[in-house]
């Protein structure tokens, strides 16, 4: 065994699980087990070395290199659930809630599993939880789906009571919308639209399609997600007339 700088053993694992997850991908693994077989894979690189030191000769901890390897696994799940090229628009708490459907579906995790999947977003968990979609249920963490959203809107009578109205986070956009949209309300779905900037982004609606693919066919959300994609040609055409005549007057 030898000693190894960081950024020579960054550039191996890079190299090394680039490779193993293009083979995992298209082997269907998935979720969980895309996670866990990633991750491993890459302790095979960094355990062949008795130390690994920054250029200040510090001693990396595993628990650092480990990190590295989260963040790398996420990146590469994310930009192929989304079928690549607007991975890098997206916020922390949207590649948050695609990345925890496609790796848990609508269950309860421990919470040191979200915290690691959390992590590897961005998101500092302890920061985020019951204020919005993510809630903390004693040593679990649960995400609310869109079902669970609408209960919370019923409960408070509004949307905006509900923490959905006033928030310009693309995924409480998006469950509003969706939201707006099975209650019929067609106006209010198109002004939510217009008035956040993401009506005639595609990056919106990638995101929607990109969850709906993650969800189980028998899953609610995913039904009021196809449903409301299946409009959106047209839908897209009414934001766009609306914006014409506001720019007339």
Same mark, same amino acid.
């Given at each position: 065994?030898?000693?190894?700088?960081?950024?020579?053993?960054?550039?191996?694992?890079?190299?090394?699980?680039?490779?193993?997850?293009?083979?995992?991908?298209?082997?269907?693994?998935?979720?969980?087990?895309?996670f866990i077989a990633g991750i491993g894979s890459a302790i095979e690189i960094?355990?062949?070395?008795?130390?690994?030191?920054?250029?200040?000769?510090?001693?990396?901890?595993?628990?650092?290199?480990?990190?590295?390897?989260?963040?790398?696994?996420?990146?590469?799940?994310?930009?192929?659930? $989304?079928?690549?090229?607007?991975? +890098?628009?997206?916020?922390?708490?949207? !590649?948050?809630?695609?990345?925890?459907?496609? &790796?848990? %579906?609508?269950?309860?995790?421990?919470?040191?599993?979200?915290?690691?999947?959390?992590?590897?977003?961005?998101?500092?968990?302890?920061?985020?939880?019951?204020?919005?979609?993510?809630?903390?249920?004693?040593?679990?963490?649960?995400?609310?789906?869109?079902?669970?959203?609408?209960?919370?809107?019923?409960?408070?009578?509004?949307?905006?009571?509900?923490?959905?109205?006033?928030?310009?986070?693309?995924?409480d956009v998006l469950h509003n919308v969706l939201l707006l949209w099975?209650?019929?309300?067609?106006?209010?779905?198109?002004?939510? $639209?217009?008035?956040?900037?993401? +009506?005639?982004?595609?990056?919106?609606? !990638?995101?929607?399609?990109?969850?709906?693919? &993650?969800? %189980?066919?028998?899953?609610?959300?995913?039904?009021?997600?196809?449903?409301?994609?299946?409009?959106?040609?047209?839908?897209?055409?009414?934001?766009?007339?609306?914006?014409?005549?506001?720019?007339?007057?």
């Amino acid at each position: 065994m030898r000693i190894l700088g960081y950024n020579e053993v960054r550039e191996e694992i890079k190299k090394h699980i680039y490779q193993k997850l293009e083979r995992l991908w298209q082997e269907g693994i998935s979720g969980a087990d895309f996670f866990i077989a990633g991750i491993g894979s890459a302790i095979e690189i960094f355990g062949k070395y008795e130390k690994v030191m920054d250029y200040e000769g510090n001693i990396i901890r595993a628990d650092k290199l480990l990190e590295f390897v989260r963040e790398i696994v996420t990146d590469y799940a994310v930009r192929q659930i $989304l079928h690549n090229g607007i991975a +890098g628009e997206l916020s922390p708490l949207t !590649r948050f809630y695609l990345l925890w459907r496609w &790796t848990y %579906q609508e269950a309860k995790v421990l919470f040191d599993n979200a915290r690691k999947l959390a992590q590897s977003t961005g998101i500092d968990l302890t920061r985020e939880w019951n204020k919005g979609f993510i809630i903390k249920d004693k040593e679990f963490i649960k995400v609310l789906g869109l079902q669970e959203r609408d209960l919370a809107c019923l409960r408070a009578d509004t949307h905006r009571q509900a923490g959905l109205e006033d928030s310009r986070e693309l995924i409480d956009v998006l469950h509003n919308v969706l939201l707006l949209w099975k209650e019929g309300n067609r106006e209010d779905m198109k002004k939510v $639209l217009s008035d956040s900037g993401f +009506g005639g982004k595609d990056a919106f609606y !990638r995101v929607a399609q990109a969850i709906s693919e &993650t969800l %189980q066919i028998d899953s609610k959300e995913k039904k009021l997600l196809d449903g409301f994609l299946s409009g959106k040609e047209r839908l897209l055409s009414e934001i766009k007339e609306a914006y014409k005549q506001r720019m007339l007057f």
